[in-house]
């Protein structure tokens, strides 16, 4: 196959899988999902959906927020890790949202990473599922399934980022990031891995990589 073919061959094979994507985190507006996907860095997407109830039903808006104290935020969060840092980033974040930009999530990358903890990653979350713009944030999963389909060298995930958004058509990015994310995590995990379940890898996938997993499986 082609570069072009396997590109092809990875979108119609996600399109497939999932015809309807559900989005990883729960939340209910542009701040509630900021809230949630900085909660989400080296912490499970589950986890996270079973703390934000519990933060949001004391606050789901900067105004709220601001009148919980950074140890109080910290006690909630607890669980999903980095708690100090964390909890920082959510109440210095309100105080910015609540200053200068009443209270509401802006609309532009730049504003997003200039926020307390937040980083590209969290802000192409924000600009792709709350405003629709097209953006490609790269997870680990990402990161993992475009190594293994040979998509990129996959040194880093800014390298990585760069070869998706060249290789695939941007109108698609939105949807195809989240796709790649659920396809990760049903059929292309890194443990318990099934190459026979990952037809995408097992068809497209990466030479040394799939010599690896034979080497691995036939010890």
Same mark, same amino acid.
């Given at each position: 196959?082609? @570069?072009?073919?396997?590109?092809?061959?990875?979108?119609?094979?996600?399109?497939?899988?999932?015809?309807?994507?559900?989005?990883?985190?729960?939340?209910?507006?542009?701040?509630?999902?900021?809230?949630?996907?900085?909660?989400?860095?080296?912490?499970?997407?589950?986890?996270?959906? &079973?703390?934000?109830?519990?933060?949001?039903? @004391?606050?789901?808006?900067?105004?709220?927020?601001? &009148?919980?104290?950074?140890?109080?935020?910290?006690?909630?969060?607890?669980?999903?890790?980095?708690?100090?840092?964390?909890?920082?980033?959510?109440?210095?974040?309100?105080?910015?949202?609540?200053?200068?930009?009443?209270?509401?999530?802006?609309?532009?990358?730049?504003?997003?990473?200039?926020?307390?903890?937040?980083?590209?990653?969290?802000?192409?979350?924000?600009?792709?599922?709350?405003?629709?713009?097209?953006?490609?944030?790269?997870?680990?999963?990402?990161?993992?399934?475009?190594?293994?389909?040979?998509?990129?060298?996959?040194?880093?995930?800014?390298?990585?980022?760069?070869?998706?958004?060249?290789?695939?058509?941007?109108?698609? #990015?939105?949807?195809?990031?989240?796709?790649?994310? #659920?396809?990760?995590?049903?059929?292309?995990?890194?443990?318990?891995?099934?190459?026979?379940?990952?037809?995408?890898?097992?068809?497209?996938?990466?030479?040394?990589?799939?010599?690896?997993?034979?080497?691995?499986?036939?010890?």
């Amino acid at each position: 196959m082609t @570069k072009q073919e396997r590109v092809t061959f990875v979108i119609n094979t996600l399109k497939e899988l999932y015809p309807t994507i559900p989005i990883p985190l729960d939340h209910n507006d542009p701040y509630t999902l900021l809230i949630a996907v900085l909660l989400s860095a080296q912490c499970t997407d589950v986890r996270v959906n &079973k703390i934000t109830p519990l933060l949001f039903a @004391k606050a789901d808006n900067p105004y709220d927020m601001v &009148k919980m104290s950074i140890e109080e935020i910290k006690e909630i969060i607890r669980p999903c890790g980095l708690s100090p840092m964390k909890s920082k980033g959510i109440h210095g974040l309100s105080e910015i949202l609540i200053e200068k930009y009443d209270g509401k999530v802006p609309q532009s990358f730049e504003a997003l990473e200039s926020l307390p903890a937040v980083g590209h990653k969290t802000a192409s979350v924000v600009m792709s599922q709350a405003f629709g713009v097209p953006a490609f944030p790269v997870d680990t999963h990402i990161h993992r399934l475009m190594y293994r389909w040979n998509l990129t060298n996959g040194k880093n995930v800014v390298q990585t980022e760069k070869d998706a958004k060249r290789i695939f058509p941007e109108s698609i #990015w939105n949807d195809l990031h989240l796709q790649i994310i #659920w396809y990760g995590r049903e059929y292309s995990p890194a443990r318990g891995w099934d190459i026979e379940k990952d037809i995408i890898t097992k068809t497209i996938g990466r030479k040394n990589v799939l010599e690896e997993y034979i080497k691995k499986t036939s010890r």
